[in-house]
């Protein structure tokens, strides 16, 4: 089955083409870090002009890099939320139209569920039950995944999400947005143990995340060490000791849900899922404590379309097909997802 996945939530308009949910054809990723670098996050109302402007180009590339025409599609997975209003709204009705005109099922998706889900469009796949620990810009969570469409909610961010504070500490260091990949480039000429900014790990036994107080720390310190004549320390090491303290608590808490819940495979998603420092502190702790450790390359952990396509065919396979009438969501907390009746194993039909 060929589903074209449609994503406007934040600042990237994406939409590819996959089949029977696990085989990408084509990935088009229209990015719109030019427009919102000056101003250090994303602007809505730039955001989903942009999208208006680019989305019928990126769905046509997507749909020619496949081979296929529109009403080739069994299928169009479109966000419907979380995200931003106005661009959500922009893919939305995109779908909608398609969908009306060539007369092709429509599904709403959610968001979350395609990061949680991303690392099924790899060729390595875990088994269910697994956890996955999704790290964007707008979330920061650890759900335990026991098959598609059955999800539990172990702990989320109770403030900034961790991609949030990279893009915040980025702004505050003047570097522009994102702040992801420019704080990970500068951390490689960094001493990571320079600086010791706090960890936020809450109650022993919590699997929630906190990042506003190692955020007010990166401040404080930026704010003294700017006033400094000579600093000793280098921007390169307030970059690497930030990004350690981030990557620290991320793997503790991951490690902690796998003592809680006894589950052994461990997945990342999310945009933070590139950071090469996470990966291979996972890796490592992975193979010191026998546990298995799957990444989806990054094109798949930052916002894509394919992701979307793959979490909307589980959702089309159930039956769980949109009307017209259907709305976008600003909120979508996963315990909103209708649950689904199949249970599959992996990719492909169950
Ligand atoms: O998943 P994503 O593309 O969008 C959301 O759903 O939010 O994630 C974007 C976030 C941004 O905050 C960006 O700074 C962060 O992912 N990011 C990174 C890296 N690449 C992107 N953070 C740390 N290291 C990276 N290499
Ligand atoms: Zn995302």
């Not at 046509?60 to 979380?82: F, Y």
């Not at 929630?208 to 007010?216: A, E, N, V, Y």
Request: with cysteine; charged share 20%.
């Amino acid at each position: 089955m060929f589903v074209l996945g449609i994503d406007t939530s934040c600042d990237d308009t994406s939409a590819a083409v996959v089949v029977d949910g696990h085989q990408t054809l084509s990935s088009v990723v229209h990015s719109q870090i030019n427009i919102h670098h000056p101003y250090g996050g994303v602007v809505p109302e730039l955001a989903s002009r942009e999208h208006l402007r680019n989305l019928v180009p990126v769905a046509e590339k997507a749909l020619s890099g496949a081979g296929i025409r529109p009403e080739d599609l069994h299928g169009i997975a479109v966000t419907v939320g979380p995200g931003l209003i106005g661009s959500l709204l922009i893919g939305l009705y995109y779908g909608k139209a398609l969908s009306y005109v060539h007369n092709i099922p429509l599904v709403a998706v959610n968001h979350l569920e395609g990061h949680i889900l991303s690392i099924f469009l790899e060729d390595e796949i875990p088994d269910f039950p697994f956890l996955t620990l999704t790290v964007a810009g707008g979330h920061t969570s650890i759900v335990h995944v026991r098959g598609f469409g059955n999800y539990e909610l172990l702990g989320q961010t109770l403030d900034d999400a961790a991609g949030e504070a990279f893009d915040k500490i980025a702004k505050i260091l003047g570097l522009g947005y994102p702040g992801g990949v420019v704080i990970e480039r500068l951390s490689q000429s960094g001493r990571k143990d320079r600086i010791g900014f706090p960890r936020a790990l809450l109650s022993p036994d919590s699997l929630d995340f906190s990042f506003s107080g190692l955020k007010t720390a990166v401040a404080l310190f930026v704010k003294k060490w700017r006033q400094e004549k000579n600093p000793p320390v280098k921007l390169e090491d307030i970059a690497a000791s930030f990004q350690e303290a981030v990557v620290d608590v991320l793997v503790q808490k991951l490690m902690r849900a796998r003592e809680k819940t006894g589950v052994n495979t461990l997945v990342i998603a999310g945009g933070v899922a590139c950071n090469k420092a996470l990966r291979e502190k996972l890796r490592e702790t992975a193979e010191r404590n026998g546990f298995k450790f799957y990444y989806p390359r990054p094109s798949y952990c930052t916002d894509n379309g394919a992701m979307i396509a793959l979490a909307g065919y589980h959702r089309m396979l159930d039956g769980q097909v949109a009307d017209l009438s259907v709305d976008v969501r600003s909120r979508f907390p996963l315990k909103d997802l209708r649950p689904l009746s199949h249970r599959a194993k992996g990719p492909g039909p169950s």
